[in-house]
């Protein structure tokens, strides 16, 4: 019975196995060993396990090498995903590489699901109690923010995720939005959720419950103003300290004055809440500007809410330069849209999938793709000891695809190979953040061509050769008389 239930896992694990002969390191992908570093190989296999990814038979691209092909496009964004193949896999005799729609049925018939899953399990904080900047008074300092992709004008992204509406009518694209958990310290996204631009609560503020799961105990979140309101507040304070901007116009009448010039006051659901004073919830308020008139907002008010009440312990000059941590998630965005897959002449969207199973996957592999670089960031600015915002992202991720053939198959060597590779991240090195002045207008201006509509797309395709059009004319005649 026993050599019998031996013999059937043997022909199953022999059916999932990839018809591709195994290369350096026991793997068909054998040029991805260096992002085993990061992402674990039996990670993969379980998350591959649970959502059901398991193959029937044989095959060139079994879920395991579709799944880390996919993880390469979060790394090889300016390739095509036949180039990714062949960088991820060496050169073998007579042996041909699987055509691009092959490759792409693998890839829609993995899906989601894994990618996200993987995404979920693998993103964690990366700061230790010894990463400058990480922590204020023992807080880990993270942040809440939202950013929008473009993607490929395809029927099936349009009618999944919708076109952003304006004063001139309907965009040209359909968009995504992200919503992200960063660690500001690492840059390391720890949850994200997608929407469409057209869906129900599609808002950042309606998309930020989901997640609010992910804060713990000893973490300091901060957000701008358009995520306040009463009962997502409340329900961060549960989990978390707060830290945060908010409108001038909202309400907020002293209960308390406080040393520092900072006073205590109460939230409440409503203004008849208010002026029955019930469920209202203690927070202090700090108000202040500037008087620099080459920055932003100079002599203009501006408001922050935080749950740390004692001013003594938290000073109100600590908090407002504190806040300021939070923009650390717009390079967190910047990094991925403009380094990760910027613009280019073949790839008019942010993102290059042509259905919405596709977008969501991509976004997901993106992010395992920046966490991976972000994560191997952190570790060599803690073996040289220094601040990973000191570490060029760029430089870092060059050197990332730059290196990612070469990683060893011996675990040995592989070792001694890696201490070489964090080493030469520790070097790229950004100079100090100077003072930087970024006025909020449009730095583009508009184009001239007419606005894109209904009409111009889902185009026919041309019948006749621009040979088979041409009609001359005959020459003018002069005017006469």
Same mark, same amino acid.
């Given at each position: 019975?026993?050599?019998?239930?031996?013999?059937?896992?043997?022909?199953?694990?022999?059916?999932?196995?990839?018809?591709?002969?195994?290369? @350096?390191?026991?793997?068909?992908?054998?040029?991805?060993?260096?992002?085993? /570093?990061?992402?674990?190989?039996? #990670?993969?296999?379980?998350?591959? @396990?649970?959502?059901?990814?398991?193959?029937?038979?044989?095959?060139?691209?079994?879920?395991?090498?579709?799944?880390?092909?996919?993880?390469?496009?979060?790394?090889?964004? $300016?390739?095509?995903?036949?180039?990714?193949?062949?960088?991820?896999?060496?050169? !073998?005799? $007579?042996?041909?590489?699987?055509?691009?729609?092959?490759?792409?049925?693998?890839?829609?018939?993995?899906?989601?699901? %894994?990618?996200?899953?993987?995404?979920?399990?693998?993103? +964690?904080?990366?700061?230790?109690?010894?990463?400058?900047?990480?922590?204020?008074?023992?807080?880990?300092?993270?942040?809440?923010? &939202?950013?929008? !992709?473009?993607?490929?004008?395809?029927?099936?992204?349009?009618?999944?995720?919708?076109?952003?509406?304006?004063?001139?009518?309907?965009?040209?694209?359909?968009?995504?939005?992200?919503?992200?958990?960063? #660690?500001?310290? *690492?840059?390391?996204?720890?949850?994200?959720?997608?929407?469409?631009? +057209?869906?129900?609560?599609?808002?950042?503020?309606?998309?930020?419950?989901?997640?609010?799961?992910?804060?713990?105990?000893?973490?300091?979140?901060?957000?701008?103003?358009?995520?306040?309101?009463?009962?997502?507040? /409340?329900?961060?304070?549960?989990?978390?300290?707060?830290?945060?901007?908010?409108?001038?116009?909202?309400?907020?009448?002293?209960?308390?004055?406080?040393?520092?010039?900072?006073?205590?006051?109460?939230? !409440? %659901?409503?203004?008849?809440?208010?002026?029955?004073?019930?469920?209202?919830?203690?927070?202090?308020?700090?108000?202040?500007?500037?008087?620099?008139?080459?920055?932003?907002?100079?002599?203009?008010?501006?408001?922050?809410?935080? *749950?740390?009440?004692?001013? =003594?312990?938290?000073?109100?000059?600590?908090?407002?330069?504190?806040?300021?941590?939070?923009?650390?998630?717009?390079?967190?965005?910047?990094?991925?849209?403009?380094?990760?897959?910027?613009?280019?002449?073949?790839?008019?969207?942010?993102?290059?999938?042509?259905?919405?199973?596709?977008?969501?996957?991509?976004? !997901?592999?993106?992010?395992?793709?920046?966490?991976?670089?972000?994560?191997?960031?952190?570790?060599?600015?803690?073996?040289?000891?220094?601040?990973?915002?000191?570490?060029?992202?760029? &430089?870092?991720?060059?050197?990332?695809?730059?290196?990612?053939?070469?990683?060893?198959?011996?675990?040995?060597?592989?070792?001694?190979?890696?201490?070489?590779?964090?080493?030469?991240?520790?070097? =790229?090195?950004?100079?100090?953040?100077?003072?930087?002045?970024?006025?909020?207008?449009?730095?583009?201006?508009?184009?001239?061509?007419?606005?894109?509509?209904?009409? @111009?797309?889902?185009?026919?395709?041309? =019948?006749?050769?621009?040979?088979?059009?041409?009609?001359?004319?005959?020459?003018? /005649?002069?005017?006469?008389?």
């Amino acid at each position: 019975m026993g050599s019998t239930s031996r013999k059937k896992r043997a022909t199953k694990r022999e059916r999932r196995d990839s018809t591709l002969p195994e290369g @350096h390191g026991g793997r068909v992908l054998d040029k991805l060993l260096l992002l085993e /570093q990061v992402i674990p190989r039996d #990670e993969v296999l379980q998350v591959l @396990h649970d959502t059901g990814c398991l193959d029937a038979r044989r095959c060139t691209l079994t879920f395991e090498v579709t799944c880390w092909l996919v993880l390469a496009m979060g790394i090889l964004t $300016d390739l095509p995903i036949r180039q990714v193949f062949k960088a991820a896999r060496r050169l !073998y005799p $007579d042996e041909d590489t699987p055509h691009r729609s092959s490759l792409c049925r693998a890839r829609q018939r993995l899906g989601v699901a %894994p990618v996200r899953l993987l995404f979920e399990r693998l993103a +964690r904080p990366l700061a230790s109690a010894l990463t400058p900047g990480a922590f204020y008074k023992g807080l880990r300092l993270m942040g809440i923010d &939202g950013v929008i !992709y473009t993607v490929p004008d395809s029927p099936s992204n349009a009618a999944a995720f919708g076109y952003p509406k304006g004063g001139r009518g309907s965009g040209a694209f359909p968009q995504v939005r992200k919503l992200s958990l960063v #660690e500001l310290s *690492t840059h390391a996204e720890q949850a994200v959720v997608l929407k469409g631009i +057209r869906e129900k609560e599609s808002g950042e503020q309606s998309m930020a419950p989901a997640l609010i799961r992910h804060l713990q105990r000893g973490m300091l979140l901060m957000w701008d103003r358009g995520f306040f309101s009463y009962k997502l507040w /409340q329900a961060a304070l549960l989990r978390c300290e707060l830290l945060a901007r908010v409108s001038v116009r909202l309400i907020l009448r002293p209960v308390q004055q406080l040393s520092d010039g900072s006073h205590l006051s109460k939230l !409440y %659901p409503c203004p008849h809440d208010r002026t029955k004073d019930r469920w209202g919830i203690l927070v202090r308020v700090i108000r202040y500007t500037h008087d620099d008139p080459q920055r932003v907002g100079c002599g203009k008010e501006h408001v922050l809410l935080t *749950t740390l009440l004692d001013a =003594e312990k938290y000073p109100a000059r600590e908090l407002i330069l504190l806040y300021h941590e939070r923009w650390e998630i717009e390079l967190t965005f910047d990094e991925q849209k403009t380094h990760m897959t910027p613009p280019r002449p073949t790839k008019p969207a942010h993102l290059r999938s042509e259905t919405p199973l596709g977008v969501v996957q991509e976004i !997901y592999t993106l992010s395992i793709g920046h966490y991976v670089t972000r994560d191997l960031m952190a570790e060599a600015a803690a073996q040289s000891e220094q601040d990973p915002d000191r570490l060029s992202f760029l &430089g870092c991720l060059q050197i990332l695809r730059t290196r990612l053939p070469e990683c060893p198959a011996s675990v040995k060597e592989r070792a001694d190979w890696m201490g070489v590779f964090l080493a030469e991240l520790a070097k =790229e090195q950004t100079e100090p953040r100077r003072n930087r002045i970024n006025p909020r207008v449009i730095r583009v201006k508009m184009s001239k061509f007419a606005k894109k509509r209904p009409e @111009h797309r889902g185009l026919k395709r041309l =019948e006749r050769a621009f040979t088979e059009i041409i009609v001359p004319l005959p020459v003018a /005649q002069p005017a006469t008389g």
